[in-house]
């Protein structure tokens, strides 16, 4: 069974940064594409990023492009979402995931609980 336990969420003033981390378990984690979704109060939750198995390709939404970094360390079992320029629209909960599909991109099924983060403006 996948364990995703996503952290470094935060209050932070619109303009600033914040690096959220995932780390992982229970799947062979170097061999799937990973990625961070959002999913602010009342709306459905979104793609934000994905990296590759290897790192080698990312995909970006169009809303974060220029201003977020997906990465991540297959040694660590461990994805990472720098996120620079922060907007008041991004505060949302944060959750990581392994993809099923690339194009376009589907998670599994399993969740952790996700990481809040909240800019004011």
């Known amino acids: 069974q996948v364990q995703l336990v996503e952290s470094g969420g935060g209050l932070v003033q619109a303009g600033g940064s914040l690096r959220l981390s995932c780390s992982t378990s229970g799947h062979t984690f170097s061999t799937y594409a990973m990625a961070w979704f959002r999913q602010a109060p009342g709306k459905e939750r979104e793609f934000v990023a994905a990296i590759s198995w290897n790192g080698g390709s990312t995909n970006y939404a169009d809303s974060v492009k220029g201003r977020f970094t997906i990465s991540r360390d297959n040694a660590k079992r461990t994805v990472y979402l720098q996120m620079n320029s922060l907007k008041p629209e991004d505060t949302a909960v944060y959750y990581c995931?392994?993809?099923?599909?690339?194009?376009?991109?589907?998670?599994?099924?399993?969740w952790g609980q996700g990481t809040q983060v909240t800019v004011s403006s």
């Open positions: 995931n392994a993809m099923r599909n690339w194009n376009p991109p589907l998670p599994l099924d399993c």
